[in-house]
């Protein structure tokens, strides 16, 4: 079945401590992405990547980093988590359409 | 920066009626898109229309593109309860050297039995 993969699903952890979100996609795709949704902001991208070892900032990339060693996986690390980034987090992917599929999300709260 | 914007931001209506949500958008675009959340999970694709395109169907669905206005709608026929869910509007980032959509905050969308 052709899908993206998140884990983990649910994170409580507390601020300063490194953590790392997996995203993981089936399909051969070259484009991936990370977003977070917030109540009231809808979604906004923190990092892209158009093919392995290319990545660059979205729109709200501050205390994100991200890695594209390999094409089927796009991990969102937070160095040093702050509670602003208490937030629902969605993994997408994309190949040559436009069309994107979405994880189903990692809820992260920072304590 | 948020491109879309939907309105209304809430809708509610009796099962078998028809929901409409409005869409606008800022810069130019090569496409809009239009996506469906059932609550707090993964986003899933319904339906792309292109900038040449003005109105496009599928199933219970149509959307309209007015690219003078910078605006699209959406239009589902005969809502269902399954239809509830909140729906967003994205436009493609592609077209300017970067990747991804840029979202509008959604039409949260209720449909009463």
């Known amino acids: 079945e052709a899908q993206v993969t998140q884990n983990p699903r649910y994170l409580i952890t507390v601020t300063g401590k490194k953590l790392t979100v997996t995203c993981s996609q089936n399909m051969n795709h070259e484009y991936m992405s990370w977003y977070r949704q917030d109540p009231g902001l809808g979604l906004r991208q923190i990092y892209y990547s158009m093919n392995v070892e290319v990545t660059d900032k979205g729109d709200v990339p501050e205390g994100y980093k991200v890695s594209r060693k390999e094409k089927r996986n796009f991990p969102l690390i937070l160095e040093s988590p702050s509670p602003n980034q208490t937030s629902l987090y969605f993994c997408?992917?994309?190949?040559?359409?436009?069309?994107?599929?979405f994880g189903p999300g990692t809820r992260l709260l920072v304590l | 920066s948020q491109q879309g914007e939907e309105d209304p931001q809430a809708l509610s209506i009796q099962e078998g009626e028809n929901a409409t949500m409005n869409c606008s958008y800022k810069?130019?675009?090569?496409?809009l898109q239009w996506y469906r959340q059932n609550s707090g999970r993964g986003l899933v694709h319904l339906i792309l229309?292109?900038?040449?395109?003005r109105e496009k169907h599928s199933g219970r669905l149509r959307v309209t593109l007015d690219t003078s206005k910078k605006s699209s709608s959406l239009l589902i026929t005969a809502s269902r309860a399954a239809d509830t869910a909140s729906y967003f509007c994205?436009?493609?980032?592609?077209?300017?050297?970067?990747?991804?959509?840029?979202f509008g905050k959604g039409t949260h969308l209720i449909i009463q039995p």
């Open positions: 994205a436009t493609d980032k592609s077209g300017g050297g970067a990747d991804g959509l840029t």
């Open positions: 229309i292109r900038s040449n395109e």
């Open positions: 997408a992917s994309r190949g040559t359409q436009e069309t994107q599929y």
């Open positions: 810069t130019s675009i090569n496409n």
